[in-house]
């Protein structure tokens, strides 16, 4: 069953340091979308992505977030400078018009 | 504006009793999902009933859908110890771009 792949399963990174993280969504769908959830906390929308650009994209989201469709795999979500608060799950989604597939999951653990 | 809430926020049963959830939204929708997190894990979609389906059955699950309360509810049959976990509406929305807007969730503990 297709599903949809994010690496790597958990990232430590240092407070102001960039992290990147990695999805291969589901091979024929055409939506996108990042969403984070802090521990003990409900699952955020962060953005969603259609025809190589942003559809769009939540308060949480601001400029030291970025997405890209670097090839026709893979889906990234690039923070620049990361902070404390950025620590949480991420999850990628891929969707057509049969519901959204979540990943496992990144943990980021900003230290 | 917040979409999917989920009531109640904890259920805790015995094995094989049923558990059923509900979830009340705010806006217009185009589909809802229900999904299942185990602590820490990721989100496993487990059915996705569309604004003009009043029914859906998959296995041990049926969900229903009221678009005139905007609401939905989730039963669980039987229910399994293996059933505990966090269950979450998401609500579609097509405004401009695709999103699914979860809720809370409801916190199901199944007693073996």
């Known amino acids: 069953e297709p599903e949809v792949t994010q690496t790597p399963s958990h990232q430590v990174t240092q407070m102001g340091q960039e992290v990147i993280l990695r999805c291969v969504p589901i091979s024929n769908h055409l939506y996108f979308y990042w969403y984070r959830q802090i521990l003990g906390q409900k699952v955020e929308f962060l953005v969603s992505?259609?025809?190589?650009?942003?559809?769009?994209k939540s308060e949480i989201f601001d400029d030291q977030f970025s997405v890209e469709r670097p090839d026709g795999s893979n889906f990234t979500l690039k923070i620049r400078s990361t902070k404390l608060e950025d620590s949480a799950m991420y999850f990628c989604?891929?969707?057509?018009?049969?519901?959204?597939?979540f990943g496992q999951g990144t943990r980021l653990t900003v230290v | 504006s917040q979409q999917g809430e989920e009531d109640p926020q904890a259920l805790s049963i015995q094995e094989g009793e049923n558990a059923t959830m509900n979830c009340s939204y705010k806006?217009?929708?185009?589909?809802l999902q229900w999904y299942r997190q185990n602590s820490g894990r990721g989100l496993v979609h487990l059915i996705l009933i569309r604004s003009n389906e009043r029914e859906k059955h998959s296995g041990r699950l049926r969900v229903t859908l009221d678009t005139s309360k905007k609401s939905s509810s989730l039963l669980i049959t039987a229910s399994r110890a293996a059933d505990t976990a966090s269950y979450f509406c998401a609500t579609d929305t097509n405004t401009g771009g695709f999103k699914t807007i979860f809720g809370a969730g409801t916190r199901l503990f199944v007693k073996a």
């Open positions: 989604a891929s969707s057509d018009w049969g519901g959204a597939f």
């Open positions: 806006t217009s929708i185009n589909n």
């Open positions: 992505f259609y025809n190589n650009e942003i559809s769009e």
